[in-house]
């Protein structure tokens, strides 16, 4: 690692004002990402702002059917969340099979939605649950936040505060795993409201998280694993890496969604 | 036995500090005046260095000093050898290739060390090696092996025409011919080991200490075999004279074979450390483990089994063609050869067999011996034939093994092996009882109805252990002998430290070994102390690899011991005034059979020190060494069975059943032994299904250089293992062992292999037997 200078902050704005007085800085969260990164001398930032200690980032609400989780929320927190289980429960298992025990109760919501790494499975629940991004400067919609591989909108000094979103119907998160890292290979996140359905992959996608319209149409007209079985996934837009090549991920796309589709019931 | 005897389930005595995190281990060795030390590494697969500039990186804050290869060769030191020679068919000796510790001219794989820095902090070390500046001049690479024996493709060594390193052969090639040209029938495959890292859980570290007051040195080691590295380094490497070194390896945590060869930055860790007058620690992270430890297995052969019309083996043809990596590591010569030819009958009576294997250079990292190392390979080859022949006759391959069987003993199979004993059968019966193989079809027919491919596989192994008889290795091209050592010393109280030339990396030795004492002279385990791994503190010795710590470094202990016991005998009937030979020991007592005369075993011990009242002519004392030469190798061998389920629609399998049942001879520890086989059969499933280096062609990247990328077994993905011992003693040494350490490993892959292609029907599948890999075998049906 390359020498760095470490700040706690208290309050977003506190943690603003330290990066912006930074040379270089990077917020610093759960570091299950950055601070691996910065083990392997692949990134060096000058200062680091942890924004660990901002309690007002933290916690998971849930009123009626509208849920707010803080972006410090901790993976572990959000699986085992009773609440949340309550009014959507593929958003604590989705949770539940992030890396390991150490990771879960280190990585938080906000951390893994800002670096969106493309085999993350967090960025698939906010394009599905048609989230809200909150941040210290303004709210995001979902489908406008991600764009591509590890890229967001957020500005250099803009934090993710929290995440909302309204409880669907129905939803459930069907994750290929990569055999060696455990990320996804090929996730699928189903959600259905009324007549409004939202199909989000990750892992898959040569381009990050994406929604596939083909599937959503489909099982608008017919919620069923049936529907989505007979919907072209195209193998020119995935990823083909050491572990899976573009057709076979296409083709996970398509056994996940089924699987997810099922699982909502 | 005793309690804590031979046979005994006892818990391992070295666990309490290694669960409670109190190991230490050579990175946790700390001495007065430390530095740290990171290495320069070549980002080329293959390029000539122009220049090298290190001045900026000593400049740079907290650097002592930073070397490179040019000071270090003027300085004396040797290149890296391989230590077995191998000639090809012609009588021409291998070409070896010189690898310098440091390169200083080219660099052959992504990877290899160039310079050394040594500062006051690991980090700073880090930042100043980015600074050194070497002026690379990219050449071509090549990363395949058959690509690499091409004309045109680069050529790594001037020594190696075309990169082949040797053209080697064995067996009878025209008896062969013969057989398969009147063969009734032939199966033909084409057999991929794919190339595996180690992955110990702990990474490799040295740390150098030069004293210029005794003009002497000292190295803390990550090694299986610390004496063998001190000859090493001073007749080869001239790092100095074995008087002058000692070197120490402490707590190891795992070797599988790869902390068995001498590595670049050892040497160069006690040379920067002379250079640098600070005692120089490096400690390798996970990345580097991946880049620089050397690798196993990577063959591809090319076979052929004849058949008799009653479907007897009548031949067996192999050609394999074996990546060497960039450099010749210390045994990789005798693993495609030795270890693994002279395994190719198997557990089967085959009389005629050939096999050519052709070593190559490539622009990776070095190949060496890895748990099994040639046996895996020669399993993997032998067994997934078998069983591919059963299909072809459409014969049970249960049935096709059985007749095919060796069934007398000794028997010498055409390839060198001559097996002492065993009993094959007995294994594949119980193993076939114990996965109940005839209830398989019901199991198939109700996994279908659940939309699952269910498949069942077998695997009989042979291994050779215990190596190995000295005179035979050496005129085989060994250069060492394969014996080992032991020295017992009683203490005046009667407690005893066993000084053992073997080493413990995860064995047990600390329990086993005082199990044996413990057995011999009726004291419990806790007044025994194993003392090993240090130069200063043992004898020479030959260290620990191929399950030898049984069958030889346990031998020799039992040598010493006679020696204790004939000593102690004299000395008691002496003191008791009775025969010698109705003296027994037992129960912490020396005793005269059918009285009540007795000595305590304490008394008997302090008299020997005190020496007021020894038999005329007795040295005071009761310490006794040994070395023991084993006659032959050992020979266990077993069968294993797997059970699987594919999911046609991912080509996720799932290991429903996997049993083993193993012959080891006698048995010291049956947990301990137990452990040894679930180690084993978990690194070979993940050989199997999991694991496979990667380097990109294109490039000459190594692609799988994290856990990222490098799928590791996890016990997510195992099931629990049912395993059993049909044990036949072995005739060959005292305590009728076999060995334990690989079979786990050797036996393992293909039984996976030929479950998952039963399941699938599909037999052209290569592992790892990825997910990817089966869906894709799925699917071409
Ligand atoms: C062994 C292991 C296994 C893993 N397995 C999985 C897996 O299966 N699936 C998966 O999805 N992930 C996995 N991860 C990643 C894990 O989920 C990380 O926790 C997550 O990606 C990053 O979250 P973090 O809180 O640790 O962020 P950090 O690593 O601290 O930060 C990541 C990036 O986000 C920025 N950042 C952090 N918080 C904010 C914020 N509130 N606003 C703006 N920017 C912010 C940081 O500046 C940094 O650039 C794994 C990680 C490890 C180490």
Redesign the interface.
Known sequence: MYETTYHRASSVDEAVSLLGKAEDGKFLAGGMTLIATMKQRLAAPSDLVDLRHIDAMKGISVNGRSVRIGAGTCHYDVASSAELRAVCPALCDLASHIGDPHVRHMGTIGGSVANNDPAADYPSAVLALNMTVITNKREIAADDFFKGLFETALEEDEIITAFSFEAPEKAAYAKFANPASRYAMAGVFVAKNGGDVRVAVTGAGSDGVFRHAGMEQALASHWSADAVAGIHVDAEDMLSDLHGTSEYRAHLVKVMAKRAVAAAG | MGVEGIGARVTRKEDKRFLTGKGRYVDDMVVPGMKFAAFVRSPHAHAKIKSIDLSAAKDMPGVIDVLEGKAMQEDGIGNLICGWMIHSKDGSPMNMGAWRPLAYDTVRYVGDAVAIVVADSQ?EA??AA?AVVVDYEPLPHVTEALTALQDGQPQIHPEAKNNLIYDWEIGDQAATEAALATAAHITEIEITNNRLSPNPMEPRAALGIYDTAEDHYTCYTTSQNPHAARLVMSAFYNVAPENKLRVIAPDVGGGFGSKIYIYPEEITCLWASRKTGVPVKWNSDR?EAFLTDAHGRDHVSQVKMAFDANNRITALKVETTANFGAYMSLFSSAVPTYLYATLLSGQYNIPAIHAEVKAVYTNTVPVDAYRGAGRPEATYLLERTVETAARELGMSPAELRRINFIREFPHQTPVIMNYDTGDYEASLNAAMEAADWNGFEARRAEAASRGKKRGIGMSCYIEACGIAPSAAVGSLGAGVGLWESAEVRVNAVGTVEILTGSHSHGQGHETTFAQLVSERLGMPISNVNIVHGDTDKVQMGMGTYGSRSGAVGMSAIVKALDKVEAKAKKLAAHLLEADESDIVIEDGQVKVAGTDKALQWFELTLAAYTAHNLPEGMEPGLKEGAFYDPSNFTFPAGCYICEVEVDP???VTDIVQFVAADDFGNIINPMIVEGQVHGGIAQGIGQAM?EGV?YDPDTGQL??AS??????PRADVLPSFEVSHQNTPCPGNPLGLKGCGEAGAIGSPPAFMNAVTDAIGNNNLTMPA???KV??AVNRI
């Open positions: 980090a880090r930042d980015e990345t629609e991912t080509g999991l990667h692609i799988t856990y990222m990328d490098y799928a590791m990825t997910p990817q869906w894709e």
